[in-house]
């Protein structure tokens, strides 16, 4: 199971890099501008610090909602480096636009994907990568998880080769439901993998095995 941290803040980038445990970074257009970046020159150079800082896929999203945009940004994006990954809404401009980067050796991933039909379509136009958003189908009060599930069986049902990139996670739940579905990657706000450290028994075992040394050596 691969981790990336859904951030487009270097310095979080950076810490959850400094674990040791990062396979890539998502971004959208609300991380990039929650971190003030704006104007097209210094969108790309940010994006080519972040691909700068891991050895994994960096997914950077086009802004343009027909083909013809869709296909000149992201040529710009998968331009900055290898690991640049094109990240395409999952509208019908959005299929024909990941079916073209598909024929063109231009790697993507396929956004805003909210059912298993969706995930089909971006299967079928050769997507790299799909992102079903868990949280927000649960904030809606429907069992996102679910559509983890069903992803997961579908694609191995027809040995489709697109990752299922666990997206819009709230919790360190989540990511080990998400484990357990068989999801490929989990994408994640640093704070939510950091959930995955905690648990009391450790702390109250650590606590007891230092003062039992401090006994004799302290
Ligand atoms: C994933 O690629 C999305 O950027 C992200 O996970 C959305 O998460 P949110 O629903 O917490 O905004």
Same mark, same amino acid.
Request: glycine share 8%; proline share 3%; net charge negative.
């Given at each position: 199971?691969?981790?990336?941290?859904?951030?487009?803040?270097?310095? +979080?980038?950076? +810490?959850?890099?400094?674990?040791?445990?990062?396979?890539?970074?998502?971004?959208?257009?609300?991380?990039?501008?929650?971190?003030?970046?704006?104007?097209?020159?210094?969108?790309?150079?940010?994006?080519?610090?972040?691909?700068?800082?891991?050895?994994?896929?960096?997914?950077?999203?086009?802004?343009?909602?027909?083909?013809?945009?869709?296909?000149?940004?992201?040529?710009?994006?998968?331009?900055?480096?290898?690991?640049?990954?094109?990240?395409?809404?999952?509208?019908?401009?959005?299929?024909?636009?990941?079916?073209?980067?598909?024929?063109?050796?231009?790697?993507?991933?396929?956004?805003?994907?909210?059912?298993?039909?969706?995930?089909?379509?971006?299967?079928?136009?050769?997507?790299?990568?799909?992102?079903?958003?868990?949280?927000?189908?649960?904030?809606?009060?429907?069992?996102?998880? +679910?559509?983890?599930?069903?992803?997961?069986?579908?694609?191995?049902?027809?040995?489709?080769?697109?990752?299922?990139?666990?997206?819009?996670?709230?919790?360190?739940?989540?990511?080990?439901?998400?484990?357990?579905?068989?999801?490929?990657?989990?994408?994640?706000?640093?704070?939510?993998?950091?959930?995955?450290?905690?648990?009391?028994?450790?702390?109250?075992?650590?606590?007891?095995?230092?003062?039992?040394?401090?006994?004799?050596?302290?």
């Amino acid at each position: 199971m691969k981790f990336f941290v859904d951030t487009a803040n270097l310095e +979080q980038i950076k +810490q959850a890099f400094d674990y040791g445990i990062l396979d890539g970074v998502t971004t959208n257009p609300s991380l990039m501008a929650k971190e003030g970046i704006s104007g097209e020159a210094n969108i790309l150079e940010h994006y080519a610090k972040i691909a700068n800082m891991v050895d994994g896929d960096v997914s950077a999203e086009v802004i343009s909602t027909d083909f013809q945009g869709m296909i000149e940004e992201g040529q710009k994006l998968a331009a900055i480096a290898p690991n640049i990954v094109v990240k395409v809404p999952m509208i019908r401009e959005g299929v024909k636009a990941l079916s073209w980067f598909t024929a063109n050796g231009i790697r993507t991933n396929c956004t805003l994907v909210f059912s298993a039909g969706q995930a089909i379509l971006a299967a079928k136009a050769g997507a790299t990568y799909v992102s079903p958003f868990i949280g927000r189908i649960d904030d809606t009060t429907w069992a996102g998880m +679910q559509l983890i599930y069903d992803i997961v069986e579908i694609y191995a049902n027809y040995g489709f080769a697109t990752e299922v990139l666990a997206a819009s996670i709230r919790t360190a739940n989540h990511i080990k439901e998400c484990a357990i579905a068989g999801a490929d990657v989990v994408t994640c706000p640093l704070k939510t993998i950091e959930g995955l450290f905690n648990h009391p028994l450790t702390d109250i075992g650590l606590e007891k095995f230092l003062a039992d040394y401090n006994k004799l050596n302290g």
